[in-house]
């Protein structure tokens, strides 16, 4: 039982141009949401969050968007570099209970 | 400096061994954290340690059990290593608190063979 999904298996986008990456939850009782980006070989790397109380969060290139009543959230990267291939997870947390990955996107930004 | 350090990063070992990867955070964390990635690429919870007590234990075989002599390392102990085991190995770390993120580390590949 899948409670985070992210349906896009891959994507691809040119450079300079945006990328929107998808997200899906299931659990309301979800208050923390996360994305991590993950090159080969190493571990997930923490990129933005936001919690069940905002429906923004910007930092520099990378904006996250939440629609709790739609339980959907999203990660947009704009301008798009080539050093922004990678797999992106999408996590969602319950106070007091542990991280949901969803299974990740993979993006290539074309140069 | 790294902040969560595994080891190995790669394993190979036959089935019937049993192996141990290690994981040591130097971030001052309470919460530390095993994840697996299947061949489907999902991570999943294996364990969780706060301040040197097991608190999530999701179903995995008793053949996997954490160990934490102290609150920087949480480390993995599989015994009687069998075939589906293989997969990437993920430790992980976090602070206490409402909206705090996890810090991972490189991962460890295990191979069965």
């Known amino acids: 039982d899948q409670q985070v999904k992210q349906n896009s298996p891959s994507l691809s986008v040119q450079e300079g141009r945006i990328s929107i990456l998808n997200c899906d939850y299931t659990n309301s009782m979800f208050d923390y949401f996360l994305w991590y980006k993950k090159y080969p070989a190493e571990g997930p790397t923490f990129l933005i969050s936001i919690s069940s109380i905002k429906d923004k969060n910007e930092d520099g290139r990378f904006t996250v968007f939440l629609n709790k009543s739609a339980k959907h959230l999203s990660l947009h990267i704009v301008p798009s570099q080539p050093g922004d291939s990678a797999v992106y997870f999408c996590a969602a947390y319950n106070y007091g209970q542990n991280f949901v990955f969803g299974p990740g996107t993979r993006l290539s930004v074309l140069p | 400096d790294t902040a969560v350090s595994q080891t190995p990063k790669y394993l190979v070992t036959q089935m019937g061994n049993d192996k141990s990867i290690k994981c040591e955070q130097n971030l001052g964390h309470d919460t530390m954290y095993w994840y697996k990635q299947d061949s489907k690429k999902f991570l999943k919870i294996m364990f969780s340690?706060?301040?040197?007590?097991?608190?999530i234990n999701e179903t995995v075989p008793n053949r996997f059990s954490p160990k934490s002599p102290d609150k920087a390392h949480l480390n993995l102990h599989i015994n009687s290593l069998e075939l589906g085991d293989s997969a990437v190995y993920f430790c992980a770390s976090r602070r206490q608190g409402l909206f705090t993120e996890a810090f991972f580390g490189q991962g460890t590949r295990l191979t069965v063979v």
């Open positions: 340690y706060n301040n040197k007590e097991l608190i």
